[in-house]
C-alpha cells in the first residue's frame, strides 16, 4: 500500500497537475503559489492601553483557549493550563468588562481539562461554557448575571473534540463530538470514531444520539441559526476498509441539514472525489446571517509541503472551492471562521507560515495581513485566538508572552 502511495505521489508531482480523464479539475491540482506570502500584510490597529497585564492574573504555562465577547462588551475567557509541572492541565475562566480590568481566575477543574470552548447568546444574556475533562467527560457551564451554573455532563466515554453552535433565535445549543473505539484490522487494533450529537434546550440536555451512521468519522462540525441546523464531517469509507490514502478514496467533506431539532434528512457531499490522493482535514462551518448562508473551511493536503485553505458557501447546494490561502510550503491550517452582520463580510484566520487574516466581502478576498509579524513588532510571541463580533470589530487573545512575561493578553481593534 505505502508503494502504491508514494508511486502516486511522484506521478503526481510529475504531471504537475493533470487531471484524470472524465473528472473535472479540482483547484488544488494546480501548482503551488506563493500570494498569500508574499503579499504585503494589512495593517491591524489594535486599541491602545488595552494589554496591561495577564487575563485573571495568570501567569503559569498555558495549553487552549477560548473566547467570546457579548455586545455589551464582557468578554470571557476560558484555558486550559498548569500551575506547576506536578499538576496537569487545570481548567480556568476569568471575565471582563472592559479588556483591562480582570475577575481573578476561577478553576474550573482539576483534573486534565482540554478542548475549551465559548458561545455566546447575547439575546438572553448567557455565555455557553464547554470543555472536556478525561475520565469524565464534555463539561457544560453557563455563565448568566455574574454567576457561573455547576457543570452538567454532556458526554462520557472516550470523547473527543467537542463542537458547539447556539441558534441565537431559539437560544438552542446543539453540540457534536467524537467518541472512540478500538476496531480490529488484520493484525492489529486501530483507533477510530464515530460521532454524537446532542442539544440543549434552555434547560437540560437531550440524550447523545448517533445521527451520522457512517462507521468511521472525523473533524465533525455544527452550525445554527434560525432553526436550521447543519453537521459536518469526513466520510471514512477507506478506513472502513482497513484502506487510506488511495487515489479516488473518498476523503472529502460530507454535510447534513435540517430545520426540526435532531433531524437532518438533506444529506449532501461538499465536492467531488478527488482524482489525486489529496485529502480534506480540519473542518470549521459558521453561519453568515448577514448573507443567510452556512461557510464551511477545510485545510486541504495536496502532497508533502504543499497544503492549501478551500471555503465553500452553502444556499441549498456548495459551492465550488475557493483557495483563501495560496499554497506555500508549509502545513495550511484554519483556525477561525467569522462572520460580521454589521459590517457584511466574512473573516479567516490560518496558520501558514506564520499566522494570517484576511476578509472576504461579496466573493472578493482582501490582501493578507500578517497577524504574527504585527503581534511580533509589539513584543508578543504565541499563539493568538481570535472572535469577530456581529459589527465587525476583531477581538485576539494571545496565550504566550508580551515583553518576555507569560500570560494571556487581550487586545482588540
Given at each position: 500500500m505505502?508503494?502504491i502511495?508514494?508511486?502516486?505521489?511522484?506521478?503526481?508531482?510529475?504531471?504537475?497537475?493533470?487531471?484524470?480523464?472524465g473528472?473535472q479539475?479540482h483547484p488544488?491540482?494546480?501548482?503551488?503559489?506563493?500570494?498569500?506570502v508574499?503579499?504585503?500584510p494589512?495593517?491591524f490597529?489594535?486599541?491602545?492601553?488595552?494589554?496591561?497585564?495577564?487575563?485573571?492574573?495568570?501567569?503559569e504555562?498555558?495549553?487552549?483557549?477560548?473566547?467570546?465577547?457579548q455586545t455589551?462588551?464582557?468578554?470571557?475567557v476560558?484555558?486550559t493550563?498548569?500551575?506547576?509541572?506536578?499538576?496537569g492541565?487545570f481548567?480556568?475562566?476569568?471575565?471582563?468588562?472592559d479588556?483591562?480590568?480582570?475577575?481573578?481566575?476561577?478553576?474550573?477543574?482539576?483534573?486534565?481539562?482540554?478542548?475549551?470552548?465559548?458561545?455566546i447568546?447575547?439575546?438572553?444574556?448567557?455565555?455557553h461554557?464547554?470543555?472536556?475533562?478525561a475520565?469524565?467527560?464534555i463539561?457544560?457551564r453557563?455563565a448568566?448575571?455574574?454567576?457561573?451554573?455547576?457543570?452538567?455532563?454532556?458526554?462520557?466515554?472516550?470523547?473527543?473534540?467537542p463542537?458547539?453552535?447556539l441558534?441565537?433565535?431559539?437560544g438552542?445549543?446543539h453540540a457534536?463530538?467524537?467518541i472512540?473505539?478500538?476496531h480490529?484490522?488484520p493484525g492489529?487494533?486501530?483507533?477510530?470514531?464515530?460521532?454524537?450529537?446532542?442539544?440543549w434546550?434552555?434547560a437540560?440536555?437531550?440524550?447523545?444520539?448517533?445521527?451520522i451512521?457512517?462507521?468511521?468519522v472525523n473533524?465533525?462540525?455544527?452550525?445554527a441559526?434560525?432553526?436550521?441546523?447543519?453537521?459536518?464531517?469526513?466520510q471514512?469509507?477507506?478506513?472502513?476498509r482497513g484502506?487510506?490514502g488511495?487515489a479516488?478514496?473518498?476523503t472529502v467533506?460530507r454535510?447534513?441539514?435540517?430545520?426540526?431539532v435532531?433531524?437532518?434528512?438533506l444529506?449532501?457531499?461538499v465536492?467531488g472525489?478527488?482524482?489525486?490522493?489529496?485529502?480534506d482535514e480540519s473542518?470549521?462551518l459558521?453561519?453568515?446571517s448577514?448573507?443567510?448562508r452556512?461557510y464551511?473551511?477545510?485545510?486541504?493536503?495536496m502532497?508533502?509541503?504543499?497544503s492549501?485553505i478551500y471555503?465553500y458557501i452553502w444556499?441549498?447546494?456548495?459551492?465550488?472551492?475557493?483557495?483563501?490561502?495560496?499554497?506555500?510550503?508549509d502545513w495550511a491550517?484554519?483556525i477561525?471562521l467569522g462572520?460580521?452582520?454589521?459590517?457584511?463580510?466574512?473573516?479567516?484566520?490560518?496558520?501558514?507560515?506564520?499566522f494570517?487574516?484576511?476578509?472576504?466581502t461579496n466573493?472578493?478576498?482582501?490582501?493578507?495581513?500578517?497577524?504574527g509579524?504585527?503581534l511580533?513588532g509589539?513584543?508578543y510571541?504565541?499563539?493568538?485566538?481570535?472572535?469577530?463580533a456581529?459589527?465587525?470589530t476583531?477581538h485576539?487573545?494571545?496565550?504566550?508572552k508580551?515583553?518576555?512575561?507569560?500570560?494571556?493578553w487581550y487586545?482588540?481593534?
Amino acid at each position: 500500500m505505502k508503494q502504491i502511495i508514494t508511486i502516486a505521489l511522484l506521478v503526481w508531482l510529475l504531471l504537475a497537475g493533470a487531471s484524470l480523464p472524465g473528472v473535472q479539475a479540482h483547484p488544488a491540482a494546480q501548482a503551488p503559489r506563493q500570494d498569500a506570502v508574499s503579499a504585503a500584510p494589512g495593517d491591524f490597529p489594535l486599541s491602545p492601553g488595552l494589554a496591561t497585564g495577564s487575563i485573571g492574573g495568570y501567569t503559569e504555562s498555558i495549553g487552549e483557549v477560548a473566547f467570546g465577547v457579548q455586545t455589551s462588551g464582557r468578554i470571557h475567557v476560558l484555558w486550559t493550563g498548569t500551575l506547576n509541572p506536578a499538576f496537569g492541565l487545570f481548567v480556568f475562566y476569568s471575565s471582563s468588562a472592559d479588556g483591562v480590568n480582570w475577575s481573578p481566575y476561577q478553576i474550573l477543574s482539576y483534573w486534565a481539562g482540554y478542548e475549551p470552548k465559548v458561545v455566546i447568546d447575547d439575546a438572553r444574556n448567557r455565555v455557553h461554557l464547554v470543555y472536556r475533562v478525561a475520565d469524565e467527560g464534555i463539561i457544560h457551564r453557563v455563565a448568566a448575571n455574574g454567576a457561573l451554573s455547576g457543570p452538567v455532563v454532556l458526554g462520557t466515554g472516550s470523547v473527543s473534540a467537542p463542537k458547539l453552535a447556539l441558534d441565537p433565535a431559539s437560544g438552542r445549543v446543539h453540540a457534536v463530538w467524537q467518541i472512540g473505539r478500538w476496531h480490529p484490522v488484520p493484525g492489529a487494533l486501530e483507533w477510530r470514531y464515530r460521532a454524537r450529537y446532542a442539544y440543549w434546550n434552555g434547560a437540560t440536555w437531550s440524550g447523545a444520539v448517533r445521527v451520522i451512521n457512517d462507521a468511521d468519522v472525523n473533524h465533525v462540525a455544527v452550525a445554527a441559526a434560525d432553526g436550521q441546523t447543519m453537521l459536518a464531517w469526513f466520510q471514512g469509507w477507506a478506513a472502513t476498509r482497513g484502506e487510506s490514502g488511495e487515489a479516488n478514496s473518498p476523503t472529502v467533506p460530507r454535510t447534513a441539514t435540517g430545520t426540526a431539532v435532531g433531524k437532518f434528512p438533506l444529506r449532501q457531499a461538499v465536492s467531488g472525489v478527488y482524482p489525486m490522493p489529496e485529502t480534506d482535514e480540519s473542518i470549521m462551518l459558521a453561519y453568515s446571517s448577514y448573507d443567510d448562508r452556512f461557510y464551511m473551511l477545510c485545510s486541504h493536503f495536496m502532497w508533502p509541503g504543499h497544503s492549501v485553505i478551500y471555503r465553500y458557501i452553502w444556499n441549498g447546494s456548495w459551492s465550488a472551492a475557493k483557495d483563501i490561502s495560496g499554497n506555500a510550503a508549509d502545513w495550511a491550517a484554519p483556525i477561525y471562521l467569522g462572520t460580521a452582520s454589521g459590517a457584511g463580510f466574512t473573516y479567516y484566520a490560518y496558520r501558514q507560515n506564520g499566522f494570517w487574516a484576511r476578509t472576504e466581502t461579496n466573493g472578493v478576498l482582501g490582501a493578507p495581513q500578517n497577524i504574527g509579524q504585527y503581534l511580533a513588532g509589539r513584543g508578543y510571541t504565541g499563539t493568538p485566538v481570535f472572535f469577530l463580533a456581529p459589527g465587525g470589530t476583531v477581538h485576539m487573545v494571545v496565550a504566550g508572552k508580551k515583553d518576555g512575561a507569560d500570560g494571556l493578553w487581550y487586545l482588540r481593534q
